[in-house]
């Protein structure tokens, strides 16, 4: 029932921002834990950050850690995922994904509902 749309890739050089943004459908957005995952040519798609449905608590992937911030608005039913320093190896398709449980926040298993990706390139 819950739909997700991201939005806000591009293209940008090292060193830039980037805030990408997912709209959620439901009446019940608020209540699900959100995650942002990543996949990379070549590569398995991993995690990136998570935030809980009260915001109590957030996680980051060591790569991004410092760089990038997680962060949900209820009342307009999106979630954002701010990116500072941008380095070319953040080049990948991103992925906003809805957890009902909570449970295995850093684990692409743990998440229930899923985007379609933005894709955000990095130049050197």
């Known amino acids: 029932q819950v739909q997700l749309v991201e939005s806000g890739g591009g293209l940008v050089q090292a060193g830039g921002s980037l805030r990408l943004s997912c709209a959620a459908s439901?009446?019940?957005?608020?209540?699900?834990?959100m995650g942002w995952f990543r996949q990379a040519p070549g590569k398995e798609r991993e995690f990136v950050a998570y935030?809980?449905?009260?915001?109590?608590?957030?996680d980051y992937a060591d790569s991004v850690k410092g760089r990038f911030t997680i962060s949900r608005d209820n009342a307009k039913n999106t979630v954002y995922l701010q990116m500072n320093s941008l380095k070319p190896e953040d080049t990948a398709v991103y992925y906003c994904?809805?957890?009902?449980?909570?449970?295995?926040?850093?684990?692409?298993?743990?998440?229930?509902?899923w985007g379609q990706g933005t894709q955000v390139t990095v130049s050197s």
């Open positions: 994904a809805a957890s009902r449980s909570g449970a295995r926040r850093t684990a692409e298993s743990g998440y229930d509902y």
């Open positions: 439901g009446r019940t957005f608020s209540m699900y834990d």
């Open positions: 935030i809980s449905w009260s915001e109590i608590s957030t």
